[in-house]
């Protein structure tokens, strides 16, 4: 079982940067695809970005596409999302999940932090 926390939110003004962080627990993060989702209010949980098992492939959501970039660190057992370019439409939310795949995903994920809030004020 791996364990997710995530931190890093706050408040932020429209165009500026946030890096979340995740920590994980477990000796089987290095080999887990990992990702980030977001739920604003009265919204559905919308993908973010994913990353596989060794950080070579990524993927975005099309709302980041460009701002966002998703990395990993296995020997801190640690994923990130830089945000850049932040907009008051990014707030929301923001969720770590992961799940026993080496590959990168937008669905399947069994494992979900807590969440850290993220706002963008504009």
């Known amino acids: 079982q791996v364990h997710l926390v995530e931190s890093g939110g706050g408040l932020v003004q429209a165009g500026g940067s946030l890096r979340l962080s995740c920590a994980a627990s477990?000796?089987?993060?290095?080999?887990?695809?990992m990702g980030w989702f977001r739920q604003a209010p009265g919204k559905e949980r919308e993908f973010v970005a994913a990353?596989?098992?060794?950080?070579?492939?990524?993927d975005y959501g099309d709302s980041v596409k460009g701002r966002f970039t998703i990395s990993r660190d296995n020997a801190k057992n640690t994923v990130y999302l830089q945000m850049n370019s932040l907009r008051p439409e990014d707030t929301a939310v923001y969720y770590c999940a992961g799940r026993p795949s080496i590959g990168t995903h937008r669905t399947g994920y069994t494992y979900w932090g807590q969440g850290t809030r993220v706002t963008v004020s504009s």
């Open positions: 477990g000796r089987t993060f290095s080999t887990n695809g």
């Open positions: 990353i596989n098992w060794s950080g070579i492939s990524t």
